[in-house]
């Protein structure tokens, strides 16, 4: 693990060499290819009980698809490291991440902050994932691939600085995010996030950094509730933050309406440098824990409009984190639709 002085150390190098980056250009002699999935098998180590809609075969069905694209060379598969207690401590508190691992050191079988199923490798998993997308975020950083898909669970845009809920534990995105600003020196970043569920956990780090523009669709009333256009951020936040509510039966028109009009507008406002996705795909027709409809054309449509932005402002570069998605016919469908584009 490394010290936070080797860690800063770290940092201030890759601060010195990102500007190439920050250019859109990838670093000479580096292979850029268009894609890559970041994917460590230690992620399937959280198990909750098996009737859980969160279950390891999720992933099991999402890299069925990947190996599936990987063999037809469309795009690579990269191995990412671990999250530090370092990258952890970029969004959470040091007494949250105390708590998780007491709690799941003392076998207890849900989070104390939320409705977070537990298992014995829960930490694991959830440090696998974290790092998953700081592994993703060096990748695209460094010029080694254009965009990267992390295909990780336990989710994680419900778990805020100090609670985590709705399944998740850390928050792989805000984690990513953060790392992205402290060690590329990126000053601007979008997250977008299609989940069916509002990402709660994301707009509470974010709700007054200024550094990240948050947009989301979500299905309302939904769980966990929260999300209204009315929250809006707060102080160098305030106006970063973007919600767009749809009752159930909203789709396409509803979705893809507010990613042409309302986040392409936003965006060229903001000029992101690194665009993430918060891609959940519980918003596709026919899954358990939604009801909204997008259709995999409708995940291939808005992923166009999110490469559009990164192509515009931040030299290509998108960093996409699975989020929620529970009907294991469907989600391979979806991610597979997600991932031509990326590739694209
Ligand atoms: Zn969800």
């Avoid at 530090?84 to 691992?101: G, M, P």
């Avoid at 669709?217 to 106006?239: A, C, F, L, M, V």
């Amino acid at each position: 693990m490394l010290s936070r002085r080797s860690f800063l150390h770290h940092a201030s190098c890759a601060l010195l060499t990102s500007k190439t980056a920050l250019r859109g250009e990838g670093a000479p002699g580096v292979i850029d290819v268009p894609a890559q999935v970041f994917y460590d098998p230690a992620t399937l180590r959280h198990e909750p009980p098996s009737d859980h809609p969160e279950s390891p075969k999720r992933l099991d069905a999402v890299m069925g698809t990947v190996r599936m694209l990987e063999r037809q060379g469309r795009l690579s598969v990269a191995t990412p490291r671990p999250a530090t207690e370092d990258d952890v401590l970029l969004v959470h508190t040091f007494e949250y991440l105390k708590s998780v691992r007491a709690e799941i050191a003392a076998g207890r079988r849900t989070l104390s902050t939320g409705d977070t199923e537990l298992s014995p490798g829960s930490l694991t998993a959830a440090l696998a994932a974290a790092g998953t997308v700081v592994s993703a975020v060096d990748a695209v950083m460094n010029g080694r691939t254009r965009t990267a898909f992390c295909a990780v669970r336990p989710p994680g845009h419900h778990a805020s600085q100090s609670r985590g809920m709705g399944f998740c534990v850390f928050n792989n995105i805000a984690v990513g995010a953060r790392y992205a600003r402290r060690r590329h020196g990126v000053d601007r970043i979008l997250i977008a996030d299609w989940d069916v569920h509002h990402g709660n956990g994301t707009q509470e780090v974010f709700w007054s950094d200024g550094a990240v523009l948050f947009f989301d669709i979500h299905q309302h009333p939904w769980y966990p509730g929260t999300g209204s256009p009315d929250e809006k951020g707060d102080g160098k936040g305030r106006g970063l933050i973007v919600n767009n509510p749809f009752p159930a039966g909203s789709g396409r028109k509803e979705i893809l309406g507010v990613f042409r009009e309302v986040l392409v507008p936003a965006a060229d406002r903001f000029k992101p440098q690194l665009v993430m996705i918060s891609a959940g795909f519980d918003s596709r027709a026919g899954d358990p824990l939604g009801r909204l409809t997008l259709t995999d054309q409708d995940f291939a449509e808005l992923t166009d409009v999110v490469v559009g932005i990164a192509r515009r402002h931040a030299g290509g570069r998108v960093v996409s984190v699975l989020e929620g998605g529970y009907s294991l016919e469907g989600l391979p469908l979806a991610v597979a639709s997600h991932l031509a584009r990326l590739a694209s």
